[in-house]
């Protein structure tokens, strides 16, 4: 573990560039890539805050940015490998790992610890500073761009390659010191943590003093469901994972691989659909389709990546999606689970097929259960990561909700013209 020092330093070299004023929220607006099914988000750099797009890597240790690029925003300055920001981004439970070379005047290298396998990143960068900005309102309603003039990022030595036109890099999310919600919680004096809707349309990030969304329904982000963060030594250690008791199909419980506890669950977007490991993979699908048998579902060839399809035709629909067998993913106890059903279950793959949106995650997935975008998608959820703990709630459809609503609380506060 880093010498609390070396963090507290880290810190104040943050903090004390922006000073705290008055209540602030940030927002970040999302947009799915139908090509690469990723979630997209505009960040501001340097002096003249130009717009970089990043894939939201939700675990991600940092913002990884293509340095190599002629585009790139100017003004980004390395850091150097005997520096404060270096020792403390790249210590223990960091997510990032050292990798300076040799002599005095050595600038910060940083590769991302295993676990964060295809990410252009893994070929490694070197930490860097530069202005960093975000759209904001505060507590009267006055929306601004708040910025952080010597924001830590990981230039990456090449092309992100993820697909997406215009993508240049990830935007990280997790439970790391030098990721976006860490950095712009120690700037603005804010609590560490952040809301997160995604969307297959208009999704969202929402952080800083709230309240967040109170002309949707109460503010529904004060009645969450929350479990305890946990983790493993397979994962990143800024991954976001939660613990995994069991699992039920229909309300009848799987078996487990009692020889390899504890089990856990992995958020992600890097990943469209929900995986599940190969050992327990086979009797999910089968289960799930027995279930769907019985409730007169007829099973039809799999389309890939699929395993279990059906006919749309046998397909059921309600207010919340298809009408199928309910998937409890039972957290730390009975009493918490994550329930996966309707239109966060199922896909439609083709005019004959309508898939259960869950794919086999072989043999090397890194935990039981890894929840995918598609999954993830209009559940609002809370990455406590001060806290250390998730807060999640039912499918916003049950209450005639979307992310696009939410969305809706901000998009009425464009961002400032630049």
Sequence with gaps: ????????????????????????????????????????????????????????????????????????????????????????????????????????????????????????AARGGVLAEVAVAVDSVDGSGERSVAAVDRFLISCARGPPGYGAT????????????????????????????????????????????????????????????????????????????????????????LSLDSSSPPHSIKLSTAIPYTAVASPIYPAFGEAFAGAASAMGMARVPPVAPFGVCFDPRTVAATGAGPDVPAIDLVLQSEMVRWRIGGSNSMVRASDEATCLGVVDGGDGLGSTVVLGGHQLEDVLLEFDFGGSRLGFGPPLSARRLACSDLRSEFNSMAFPSL
Excluded at 175 to 183: F, G, H, T, V
Excluded at 227 to 234: E, G
Aim: hydrophobic letters at 40%; a positive charge.
């Design 1 to 120: 573990m880093a010498a609390p020092s070396l963090y507290l330093l880290l810190l104040c070299s943050l903090a004390c560039l922006v000073p705290s004023s008055r209540s602030r929220t940030l927002f970040l607006p999302l947009a799915k890539d139908p090509s690469t099914l990723r979630y997209v988000a505009t960040v501001y750099h340097g002096p003249s805050l130009d717009p970089v797009d990043r894939a939201v890597d939700l675990g991600g240790p940092s913002l990884w940015l293509d340095c190599s690029a002629s585009s790139s925003p100017s003004a980004v300055r390395p850091v150097p490998c005997r520096s404060i920001q270096c020792l403390a981004a790249t210590s223990d439970a960091s997510g990032l790992r050292r990798a300076c070379a040799s002599g005095a005047s050595a600038v910060c290298g940083v590769r991302p610890e295993s676990g964060a396998a295809g990410e252009a």
């Design 166 to 253: 215009g993508v240049r890099g990830t935007l990280g999310l997790g439970r790391s010191r030098i990721s976006l919600p860490s950095q712009v919680a120690t700037a603005f004096g804010v609590r560490r943590r952040f809301f997160a809707c995604l969307s297959a349309s208009e999704g969202v990030i929402v952080a800083g003093d709230g309240p967040f969304f109170p002309r949707v329904d109460g503010d529904i982000s004060r009645s969450l469901t929350y479990t305890p963060l946990a983790t493993a030594k397979s994962a990143r250690s800024s991954d976001y994972l939660i613990n995994l008791t069991s699992i039920k199909i229909d309300g009848k419980r």
